[in-house]
């Protein structure tokens, strides 16, 4: 049954004609109807709010299916893995109009969402007939209707583990989840006697829970529906505080701060420009620096007061781009940051002045982390290498080459000169960061990881990506311990 979303309030003339009586996609096609319109189709005031409610959660961002990015006009027009999605003036021959259409596999948006009505169908197709023009250049960016993400879509964007190593948090989806299974596991560690350590287990009231999601009772969508998560949008990073008490995770425009014990909201922070792809408590904990900033504009580095919730300092331009990752230095007078720029750059906490900059990455800059002696730093780009750096040479020290994929996170493992990485390639690599050579390489990962955590002292590694799955590998082990499945 196709549905026929036509508004009334358009003013469309709109002429009905038989849908195509091939079926190449699988699917019934989108009802074709023609429209009559004398004034240009506006892509910023008729097509980018389509693109933005029905297809830009899979094609912007950090998820870019089949690598087409529909958060601009200029990214969609450059295409994806199968080159340009739209030709000008030939809606029909356009691979972004038949996917749409559904007269062509894979169908757009895939089967499980929201089609796009023929309304909706047909002002894309007269936009892509008319020469699928660019918006006009005094534009205002538009404002976004935020809705939770579709069911299909579940990755884990971040992982932390609690000082105390008992608990690992999840940021899934729009869910934080509390995973204690890793109690057990640390009992068995600590006791031989299995008796002893069955008590344990049991006597664990969070270890019987298991998994419990942080939920904020009020949450609504922007059209009023009751949200049962821990923010609408993807969680794009958390972070614990050293004293265990406040987990910070960070979404589209806003940070929440939760009691971890109490397992309830302390505040929402907003006023962040776009989504907030990094956090980092200082090692006092009343700090929180957030990373993130709009896509091709502005990255953005703004300082959290914890205890108040106002912002302490506004790194203003900071990054020419969104900022991916920030890390403060053990002894909490510097912060690194690092972004799509190509950039690794060092302040000084709290005056917020510039410190040293470093450049050598050749694409993003997705992470960075700072040894403990705060002499260097490693970071993680999507040119797939990992790139040390003498702080205070403020020169390049090496490249650690060997992942195959963009490099999404790098974290130094305590007080040792050791870094762990996760990849798209879905390994996760420890590296000696002194000499670059690979100690291990952890594998079995089905998807692209963009999570990774690693306790101070490296007997737990937990790591996660697009699929949802998590692993957590206990000691020397280079097999999972454990797979936190995807449990829906
Ligand atoms: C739930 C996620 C999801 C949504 C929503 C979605 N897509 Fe996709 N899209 C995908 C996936 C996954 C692929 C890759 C499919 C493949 O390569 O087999 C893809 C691929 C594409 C491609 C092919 C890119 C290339 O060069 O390979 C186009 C064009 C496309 N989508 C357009 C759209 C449009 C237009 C919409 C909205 C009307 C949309 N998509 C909504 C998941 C989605």
Redesign the pocket.
């Known amino acids: 049954m196709i549905a026929f979303g036509l508004a009334v309030s358009s003013g469309l003339l709109a002429l009905f004609a038989d849908p195509p009586a091939v079926n190449p996609a699988g699917v019934p096609p989108i009802q074709i109807v023609q429209i009559n319109r004398k004034d240009p189709v506006l892509y910023d005031k008729d097509i980018e709010p ?2 933005l409610n ?6 912007s961002g950090n ?1 870019k ?4 990015d ?1 958060a601009t006009y200029e990214t969609l027009m450059k ?5 340009g ?1 739209i030709i000008p003036g030939k809606a029909d021959e356009s ?2 109009y038949k ?2 259409a559904k007269v062509m ?2 169908a ?3 089967k ?2 929201e ?2 009505t023929p309304q ?1 169908l047909a002002l ?1 197709k007269l936009w892509i007939d008319q020469g699928a023009k660019a918006p006009t250049a005094a534009r205002v960016r538009p404002k976004i209707i935020l809705q939770p993400p ?1 069911a ?2 579940h990755p884990v964007r971040a992982l932390a583990f609690s000082p105390d190593k008992s608990t690992l948090a999840i940021a899934r989806g729009n869910t934080i989840l509390l995973n204690s299974q890793i109690r057990p596991i640390l009992a068995n560690l600590a006791n031989s006697n299995p008796l002893a350590r069955l008590q344990v287990a049991l006597n664990d009231p969070l270890a019987n829970a298991l998994q419990a999601p942080l939920l904020d009772p009020d949450l609504k969508s922007s059209d009023g529906k009751p949200v049962r998560a821990a923010h609408v949008g993807l969680v794009e990073s958390i972070a614990i505080s050293p004293d265990g008490k406040t987990l910070a995770s960070g979404s589209y425009q806003e940070v929440v701060l939760w009691d971890l014990k109490e397992r309830k909201i302390l505040r929402r922070v907003g006023g962040f420009a776009d989504r907030v792809v990094a956090l980092a408590f200082n090692p006092d904990g009343k700090l929180l620096a957030a990373g993130g900033g709009a896509p091709t504009e502005d990255g953005e580095v703004k300082i959290i007061d914890t205890a108040s919730g106002k912002v302490a300092l506004d790194i203003k331009s900071s990054h020419s781009d969104t900022v991916f990752g920030v890390a403060f230095s053990a002894d909490g007078k510097m912060l690194a940051t690092c972004g799509a720029d190509k950039f690794v750059k060092t302040w000084e906490i709290p005056s917020g002045k510039a410190l040293k900059s470093f450049e050598g990455h050749t694409h993003h800059v997705l992470d960075v982390t700072w040894k403990s002696d705060g002499k260097f730093l490693a970071s993680a780009g999507a040119d797939n290498v990992i790139k040390v750096w003498n702080f205070e040479a403020g020169e390049q020290a090496r490249t650690l080459t060997g992942h195959t994929k963009q490099v999404s996170r790098v974290t130094f493992v305590g007080t040792t000169p050791n870094i762990a990485t996760c990849s798209g390639d879905q390994s996760v690599k420890v590296w000696n960061a002194d000499n670059g050579g690979v100690q291990r390489t952890l594998t079995g990962f089905p998807d692209f990881l963009h999570a990774l955590a690693v306790t101070p002292d490296g007997a737990f590694i937990a790591a996660a990506g697009e699929d949802g799955s998590v692993k957590i590998f206990v000691g020397q082990a280079n097999q999972a311990s454990r797979t936190i499945p995807v449990q829906d």
Do not use: Y
Not at 54 to 59: P, Y
Not at 65 to 68: A, D, Q, S
Not at 79 to 83: F, I, M, S, V, Y
């Open positions: 389509i693109f029905k297809c830009a959660f899979c094609h998820i299916e089949g690598k087409l529909m295409g994806g893995k199968k080159g999605a691979l972004l996917l749409s596999r894979p757009m948006p895939p499980s969402e089609p796009l909706e894309v579709p299909s879509v």
